[in-house]
């Protein structure tokens, strides 16, 4: 699997911190994280202020900067600047990546798209890198219709920046996922409903490293 530059995802698996799908802190889930190997960490919170977002992201700053882990924040350039995140995740119904980007100078700018239509817009406006998903069904309730991992190869057809597989993932279809020639993975609750976060993390790495059992 082509790997991503290490400004995006290193080793390809980004751990999507969900408020819905949290069973413990986030900062007590990123620490097993970061103990398993992931190297990304993206905060994705639909449900809390934006001041408690904004101390969620500080104590995930301080913790991922010090392991030399990538995080992103989703929804808000503004949380994303304030503490000094590697970048910041867009929805469709966020600002533009054009006016993002005036914000966040070089920063990683990726953005969710469901939709060949919506990979291009964003790969038109200077993200760096897309969200494409959900590939299978996910609980996730604003996450649509499952695209698939047939759609997920016909788009890497013709995207030329990195495209993130988001949606459904767990151990069980990540190969299928990988075979579709995608750069990265992100996953949630296939993680994080795991007893052992880190040892889940593990098992994603190895099958993304070609060293599953």
Same mark, same amino acid.
């Given at each position: 699997?082509?790997? =991503? #530059? *290490?400004?995006?995802?290193? $080793? $390809?698996?980004?751990? =999507?911190l969900n408020r819905g799908t949290r069973i413990k802190p986030a900062f007590d889930l990123a620490v097993e994280?970061?103990?398993g190997g992931v190297s990304c960490i993206? &905060? *994705? #919170?639909?449900?809390?202020? *934006? &001041?408690?977002?904004?101390k969620t992201a500080r104590l995930l700053r301080s913790l991922t900067k010090? !392991?030399? +882990? =990538?995080?992103?924040? !989703?929804d808000y350039p503004d949380i994303a600047l304030a503490v000094d995140a590697d970048g910041v995740h867009l929805g469709q119904d966020d600002l533009p990546v054009s006016q993002v980007r005036r914000l966040m100078g070089d920063k990683i700018i990726g953005v969710s798209t469901h939709s060949l239509a919506e990979a291009l817009e964003a790969q038109k406006e200077g993200a760096n890198y897309i969200g494409f998903g959900p590939i299978f069904a996910t609980e996730t309730k604003d996450a649509g219709p499952p695209k698939g991992v047939e759609a997920l190869?016909? =788009?890497?057809?013709?995207?030329?920046?990195? +495209? +993130?597989?988001i949606g459904g993932i767990k151990e069980e279809n990540l190969s299928a996922v990988l075979d579709t020639g995608v750069n990265a993975v992100a996953a949630s609750s296939g993680i994080l409903e795991q007893e052992n976060i %880190?040892? %889940?993390?593990? %098992?994603y790495i190895n099958i993304i490293k070609g060293e599953e059992s």
């Open positions: 699997m082509e790997k =991503l #530059d *290490r400004e995006l995802y290193l $080793g $390809g698996l980004c751990l =999507l994280a970061i103990q993206q &905060l *994705r #919170d639909k449900e809390s202020t *934006r &001041l408690q977002i904004f010090s !392991n030399d +882990v =990538l995080l992103i924040i !989703n190869s016909a =788009l890497m057809q013709h995207i030329t920046i990195p +495209v +993130v597989a %880190a040892k %889940a993390i593990e %098992a």
